[in-house]
């Protein structure tokens, strides 16, 4: 079997991801905090848990206006993150196939990543909505949240302060379900550090 690698990961992409990834973790377990404050006491109190998550909720937005502005400008988006009729048709079942047993067979995957074509089908739809969908929703229920007297307008429109708390907090707990999710999936690589490799290196192996 040969070997070789692919840079499929840019440093823009790399700092991008690890400062994400930390964000979400940070928003998940204050935000767990802020709910169940006489249950589960991460932070020394109340209060350093609201800042660490408004913090970590600006921290994130801005993150996401440089990873869009990354991928509009560099013309990638579009390629790499929307799905086509045949990735949900043809390659969404064989992806999700190797994933659930495929895999503990020692079959090969079905997707071998490029710089322009680094997710598989089930990774690009997941991200597609994820992306472009649920962190555009649990930003402005956020920010919606953080003022609430200034957006109290908006929200009202939406059904009022609750309605957007509880879309907030429904999103939270599928994100820190993707989470788990992620990780895991992280490891199936042809190596258990493969793809975490990948993501701080900048180079995925490549096995034929």
């Known amino acids: 079997m040969s070997e070789h690698k692919i840079y499929l990961h840019p440093v823009p992409v790399r700092i991008w991801h690890w400062i994400h990834a930390l964000g ?19 932070f020394c ?17 801005a993150d996401y ?19 086509t009729k045949k990735d949900i048709t043809e ?3 064989q992806q999700a196939a190797f994933y659930l047993y495929k895999y503990f067979k020692g079959e090969p ?16 739809i997941a991200y597609f ?24 307008p908006i929200m009202d429109a939406f059904g009022g302060v609750q ?12 994100f820190a379900a993707f989470l788990m999710v992620h990780v895991y999936l992280c490891t199936l690589g042809h190596t258990f550090w493969a793809h975490f490799k990948a993501m701080i290196l900048g180079y995925e192996e490549a096995h034929h």
């Open 24 to 42: 979400i973790v940070l928003l998940v377990l204050t935000g767990i905090q802020l709910h169940f404050p006489g249950v589960i006491k991460l």
């Open 45 to 61: 109190c109340f209060k350093t848990a609201v800042a660490v998550h408004n913090f970590c909720g600006f921290m994130v937005l």
């Open 65 to 83: 206006i440089l990873w869009l502005a990354f991928y509009v400008f560099t013309g990638k988006l579009i390629k790499i993150y929307v799905p």
């Open 91 to 93: 390659g969404l079942p």
């Open 109 to 124: 995957p079905p997707f071998e990543p490029t710089p322009d074509a680094k997710f598989n089908s089930l990774q690009k």
């Open 129 to 152: 909505f994820i992306m472009l969908v649920l962190v555009p929703i649990q930003i402005a229920t956020g920010v919606m949240l953080y003022d609430i007297k200034q957006f109290k």
């Open 163 to 174: 309605v957007i708390d509880a879309i907030h907090l429904i999103l939270a707990y599928c």
